[in-house]
């Protein structure tokens, strides 16, 4: 467990780390938005596609469309979220797009917790404060 403040917040290796819960309850779900106290267009999706946990900004980098919204697809080895509106595509790991458009993605840092329970830490050098919608 990265160390740091009571409230979730902690440094590891230079890069700021925000405590967002525990991964058995995060995976419940698809995508969550993490809504940003920076406003709406800082925040961050966290999707949870085959086993493995993906952040990336909420918005489309095309229009600003909600990309927890959109499909996720897997195509030779690579997945993939469609924006809904456009129909645009990231890869849930590099940000890349089909298109020369690039997402900005977040590390998302697993860890055990001090009672050995697996805790989702995500990195967040820009983001204060989140909260979830679930």
Request: aromatic share 10%; glycine share 12%; hydrophobic share 35%.
């Amino acid at each position: 467990m990265a160390s740091g403040p009571a409230d979730g917040a902690g440094t590891a290796e230079g890069v700021s780390w925000r405590l967002i819960g525990p991964a058995a309850g995060l995976s419940e779900k698809r995508c969550r938005l993490m809504y940003s106290s920076l406003g709406h267009g800082s925040d961050v999706c966290l999707f949870y596609v085959k086993g493995e946990f993906f952040a990336m900004d909420a918005r489309c980098a095309h229009s600003g469309g909600p990309l927890c919204e959109g499909d996720i697809e897997e195509a030779d080895g690579v997945l993939q979220v469609f924006c809904p509106w456009h129909d645009y595509d990231f890869d849930l790991r590099t940000g890349k797009s089909g298109t020369s458009l690039q997402q900005k993605v977040h590390e998302v840092k697993l860890e055990d917790d001090v009672d050995g329970t697996s805790t989702a830490l995500v990195g967040l050098l820009l983001f204060a404060y989140l909260h979830f919608k679930c």
